[in-house]
């Protein structure tokens, strides 16, 4: 029997109507469903809604001031050969081949968001005339961005990793040293680099670095032909350990031997397994006896040593009684020390504490060419022995920098000696592969 639409029963209807608000209700929900999983969101998820995402095989690197030693500046100027195409917010302006684009912290144009700069030619550079580095006036590959923040404005440089390569190899590693030694820094900067383009140092800038010594230094010394042709024939190659991309640490100069990463304070365990300690020597002994930093001595008075140690730690302790080594690591390299005065004891532990709390101006060091050198920041390694002398304190040591993974002059010491690019790296490396 078929019903006629007059002749509707009630209990239709109302079946009819419920089903209807059951619908409006299901959609109400996934909205606020919606909306609060957007909420939820991390900013780099949100990043195709506001921003174009970063491809892939690119990096944003936070261009600091001069010197490396703020975020923020005060004005900013660029210009290119071509002339620059300028993004302010919806609206583009063009300047001509040469001519500067200035800007500064309370322009206006800041407002509408970010500034973006390109050059009008792809392949050409982007000079930042307001800038100064190593080298003199720096340009860089690809674009730059600019942000307005409170205390100035933030410079962004997004370009593709392999040309990033090709101003942070000149500025690692000298471009004089030999081509293998430079292809071992080319794929170690590399495979650093990777890993760190897997977060943002910067989320607000959506930068995965910036360009100082905290990363790694970029854009501080001129592009060369020998340190690009380094990074073109190693195009893509990175060290893998078990399946992962290393985070391939470095250092100026070792004592003969490097360092685990129980130096920094960190157990053994399998993910860093590839940084042992190893034996920089071939068939006529070390690579690097004969360099400047491979030994190294100091006699420190003992009232400006304790004066260091009071004002490095933080730790008021009295006359500086005596300092001794109490731990040592793999490769005999200092894990802790303990500094005693007549008012009380500081203790230190791992290698990057203890050459600060031995650092600092007010003494000589006497390195293996036998020329003298003012005291920085940092004692030049963790690899030394320390003894108390008539007023003064005599430490004697080898090597330059943290003595983790890669020694860059040995590894320049190893390629004049005929080793390639790959033996180097598996001389350093502990149980890698090389491999795009």
Request: charged share 30%; proline share 3%; net charge neutral.
């Amino acid at each position: 029997m078929r019903w006629n639409r007059k002749e509707y029963p009630i209990s239709l209807l109302i079946a009819v109507i419920l089903s209807a608000l059951l619908v409006v209700g299901l959609l109400s929900l996934m909205t606020s469903v919606e909306e609060k999983e957007r909420k939820r969101a991390k900013p780099e998820e949100m990043v195709g809604e506001k921003e174009e995402k970063t491809p892939s095989d690119s990096i944003r690197v936070v261009i600091k001031t001069n010197g490396f030693r703020e975020l923020e500046h005060s004005k900013v100027s660029t210009r290119a050969d071509s002339g620059l195409v300028v993004h302010f917010g919806e609206e583009v302006k063009e300047y001509g081949g040469g001519e500067e684009f200035s800007i500064a912290l309370k322009d206006e144009r800041l407002q509408k968001g970010k500034i973006v700069i390109e050059p009008k030619q792809k392949e050409e550079k982007v000079t930042i005339s307001s800038l100064s580095r190593g080298y003199g006036t720096p340009s860089y590959r690809g674009k730059i961005e600019l942000y307005s923040s409170s205390k100035g404005i933030v410079i962004v440089n997004e370009l593709p990793l392999e040309e990033y390569l090709y101003a942070v190899v000149p500025s690692e590693m000298p471009a004089s040293y030999h081509l293998e030694a430079l292809k071992a820094q080319a794929v170690c900067a590399r495979s650093y680099a990777e890993k760190q383009t897997r977060d943002y140092a910067y989320p607000q800038y959506q930068a995965h670095v910036d360009d100082s010594v905290s990363f790694q230094v970029y854009g501080n010394s001129k592009e060369q032909e020998n340190t690009i042709q380094a990074v073109n024939e190693t195009t893509g190659e990175k060290v893998w350990h078990h399946g992962e991309v290393a985070t391939t640490y470095y250092f100026s100069t070792s004592c003969g031997k490097t360092t685990s990463a129980q130096a920094w304070g960190s157990q053994p365990s399998e993910a860093n397994s590839y940084l042992q300690t190893r034996e920089i020597k071939g068939e006529s002994g070390c690579y690097e006896k004969k360099l400047p930093w491979y030994r190294w001595k100091a006699r420190i008075p003992e009232k400006t040593l304790g004066e260091l140690i009071r004002k490095n730690t933080g730790k008021e302790i009295g006359n500086l009684v005596n300092v001794e080594v109490t731990k040592r690591g793999a490769g005999d390299v200092a894990l802790q020390i303990v500094a005693t005065g007549d008012k009380g004891s500081v203790t230190v532990d791992t290698e990057n504490k203890i050459r600060s709390a031995l650092g600092g101006d007010g003494y000589i060091i006497e390195r293996n060419d036998g020329k003298k050198v003012k005291s920085k920041e940092l004692l030049p390694s963790a690899f030394f022995t320390i003894r108390k002398g008539k007023g003064e304190y005599l430490i004697e040591g080898g090597g330059y920098g943290h003595g983790i993974g890669m020694s860059q002059n040995g590894a320049n010491e190893m390629a004049k000696e005929g080793k390639t690019y790959r033996e180097i790296l598996e001389t350093f490396y502990q149980e890698i592969e090389i491999r795009k």
